[in-house]
């Protein structure tokens, strides 16, 4: 089954939950900016929660389905049509031959996750079929997809025959969606919760009490690699100089400006600006819906609560699992 590109959009790249245990050699780990939406999507249509899918930024993609497919549309609401008519997402969706699926404008969210039923056919590089942008690695030719550009998907399971045999005998969609209000919020204005980073403590206490009490507004300057914030300057109680050490997804850094920075999926192994906070992991896919010139509150949690939140998470995730195999029956 082929999938081809009739506009490629403002950015559509295939994710899977990236690449990982190559960061020592300056390899980093990419994948999907919201990894919720894209297991959610994965496992609607049958596949494995690592498959890749396709990450669609804002608006403008259109794509023409070759052959007859199960799909599952599942993140921000970016006003999906099929043929022009409205299609409900998070949830499976029967595709026919010649139809075509376009992204119009977002009402809600930044990026929206098409999943495939029996994946997308691309070789791994480095054991991910990530697309490293910047380094051009991994994906469709390592780089984002282009107009007439040919997705071919692979072969579908026992599961997803099934699934796709069900609704082609139905010839209409499920009536049911996934709620997924408590796994990826896509609002506006949103509080992130944080655990203090490394330097928090460098920072005087003015910055401090600043960083959990005032918004900040999520700038343009704002991709796969980082976030840039815009609010109260925050600023260190003394100079000092600090070595690059490693970073990860959701690390606050503070350069000489005082604008916070977040880094996202792309981000660099290494930095040396110093880290005030740490996004916790559970809100990093609300984090990656967020569109320019949305309001953050940052909120300080402890890394048990943390841990705690995340374990919620994934008890949603086996929730919705198990929710989708009952449904099939």
Not at 127 to 139: E, P
Not at 234 to 254: P, W, Y
Not at 262 to 286: N, V
Request: charged content about 25%.
């Amino acid at each position: 089954m082929t999938v081809r590109v009739l506009n490629k959009g403002l950015l559509t790249s295939i994710q899977d939950l990236g690449r990982y245990g190559l960061q020592k050699y300056g390899v980093i780990v990419s994948g999907a900016m919201d990894k919720y939406s894209l297991r959610v999507a994965n496992i609607l249509v049958g596949n494995k929660e690592n498959e890749g899918a396709l990450e669609i930024t804002l608006l403008g993609t259109s794509l023409q389905f070759e052959n007859d497919r199960v799909i599952a549309i599942t993140g921000g609401d970016l006003f999906a049509t099929i043929d022009g008519e409205r299609v409900a997402t998070w949830r499976p969706i029967l595709v026919r031959k010649g139809s075509i699926l376009q992204f119009k404008s977002p009402l809600k969210g930044c990026r929206a996750y098409v999943a495939l039923a029996g994946g997308i056919a691309i070789p791994e590089v480095m054991g991910s079929k990530s697309t490293y942008l910047r380094a051009g690695i991994g994906g469709f030719n390592g780089r984002a997809l282009q107009k007439d550009d040919v997705i071919e998907s692979g072969v579908m399971n026992k599961f997803s025959t099934s699934l796709f045999n069900k609704l082609d005998k139905r010839n209409a969609d499920f009536k049911w969606t996934v709620n997924y209000d408590a796994l990826v919020n896509l609002q506006q204005t949103q509080t992130i919760r944080v655990i203090r980073g490394t330097e928090f403590n460098r920072f005087d206490e003015k910055s401090k009490r600043t960083f959990f009490n005032e918004p900040y507004t999520l700038t343009t300057q704002a991709d796969r690699m980082g976030y840039r914030m815009e609010g109260p300057p925050l600023s260190l109680a003394e100079k000092f100089e600090l070595l690059s050490e490693g970073v990860t997804h959701g690390t606050i850094q503070v350069p000489p400006n005082g604008q916070p920075i977040i880094l996202m999926a792309d981000r660099q192994t290494t930095g040396g600006y110093p880290k005030i906070g740490q996004i916790i992991s559970a809100d990093l896919p609300s984090l990656a819906q967020l569109q320019p010139t949305a309001k953050i509150h940052f909120k300080q949690i402890s890394h048990e609560e943390a841990e705690t939140e995340l374990l919620k998470k994934e008890q949603i995730i086996n929730e919705i699992k198990i929710g989708i195999r009952f449904k099939r029956l």
